[in-house]
């Protein structure tokens, strides 16, 4: 089993930025393809960024230009800046991880885009 623990949610003003960061306790993590995925409120999850064991990234058309996603293998994390934040960027973002050993998630995190 492996546990993600994601942090660095809150609330910001349009225009604002934020740094959410997830961590997986485990040795493998550099063997780990990573994403955010994220709810917007009365909405389906949909999957905003992704970065594979290998470090090749790919971006949702909404967060392109505006969201990094990056990871840091000895750190067994991976983060995603959030500039030029927009009311519709408001959700719960979730943090995925998968392996060969299965398709892990953690407890989610909310960012609130709001004057």
């Known amino acids: 089993q492996v546990h993600l623990v994601e942090s660095g949610g809150g609330l910001v003003q349009p225009g604002g930025s934020l740094r959410l960061s997830c961590s997986a306790f485990?040795?493998?993590?550099?063997?780990?393809?990573m994403e955010w995925h994220r709810q917007p409120p009365g909405k389906q999850r949909e999957v905003v960024a992704g970065?594979?064991?290998?470090?090749?990234?790919n971006y949702d058309d909404s967060v392109k230009g505006r969201f990094t996603i990056s990871r840091d293998n000895a750190k067994g994390t991976v983060y995603l800046q959030m500039n030029s934040l927009k009311p519709e960027d408001t959700a719960v973002y979730y943090c995925?991880?998968?392996?060969?050993?299965?398709?892990?998630w953690g407890q989610g995190v909310q960012v609130t885009v709001s004057s």
């Open positions: 970065i594979s064991r290998g470090d090749i990234t």
């Open positions: 995925n991880a998968r392996h060969s050993s299965g398709d892990y």
């Open positions: 485990v040795d493998i993590f550099k063997f780990f393809d």
